[in-house]
């Protein structure tokens, strides 16, 4: 065999190797997302209109990706998202979640958030606070945790307040008096 045939095998060689290697990447990144999508928790909002229940699915989906990248806590499994229009309990509940036994033996979590709470109905953000809430708590159920909470005082919205004493405005002109020194009585 002649030198340039073994290097043009050598070389061909070397490039199977490296697309087979791509393909097999891109394979098992394909294989890796299908499992991922077949194991996906099951969100269900009970919704009548198609396009939010769409958009409320994706946040939380995207919501709940997010928060198991954050705290690498796995999934519990059997976990299960329900979004309900109100949870009435003795008090109405932004989220709830209820862990479980099924009678063959297996575990399984389901979260349940509310749309409307004390006839107020929760934005897309409230929603994933009250998720993110529930996840948290479902995360950390078999662990030794401790919480340690910061309160912040919440008034009225500042359009709300009235103001009862203004301080003098320091950038405004002095009146011909105070400007000669004289005081008042």
Not at 10 to 37: D, F
Not at 64 to 88: D, E, F, N, S
Request: aromatic residues 4%; glycine residues 8%.
């Amino acid at each position: 065999m002649s030198r340039r045939r073994s290097k043009r095998l050598a070389a061909g060689r070397r490039w199977l190797a490296t697309a087979g290697s791509r393909w097999a990447a891109r394979l098992r990144r394909a294989w890796q997302a299908i499992w991922r999508r077949r194991r996906a928790v099951p969100v269900e909002v009970l919704v009548v209109d198609r396009t939010r229940r769409r958009l409320l699915e994706q946040e939380l989906r995207r919501g709940l990706h997010r928060l198991q990248g954050a705290l690498g806590a796995p999934l519990p499994t059997g976990l299960a998202i329900v979004v309900q229009q109100v949870i009435a309990t003795d008090r109405q509940l932004a989220g709830c979640y209820q862990v479980g036994q099924r009678p063959d033996g297996s575990r399984f979590a389901l979260v349940r958030l509310a749309l409307q709470v004390n006839g107020r109905r929760l934005t897309t953000d409230e929603l994933l606070a009250a998720l993110a809430e529930q996840y948290v708590g479902l995360a950390s159920r078999d662990s030794v945790s401790a919480l340690v909470s910061t309160d912040f005082e919440l008034g009225p919205p500042a359009e709300s307040r009235r103001l009862t004493a203004l301080r003098p405005d320091p950038l405004a002109p002095h009146s011909i008096g105070h400007a000669r020194g004289e005081r008042d009585a």
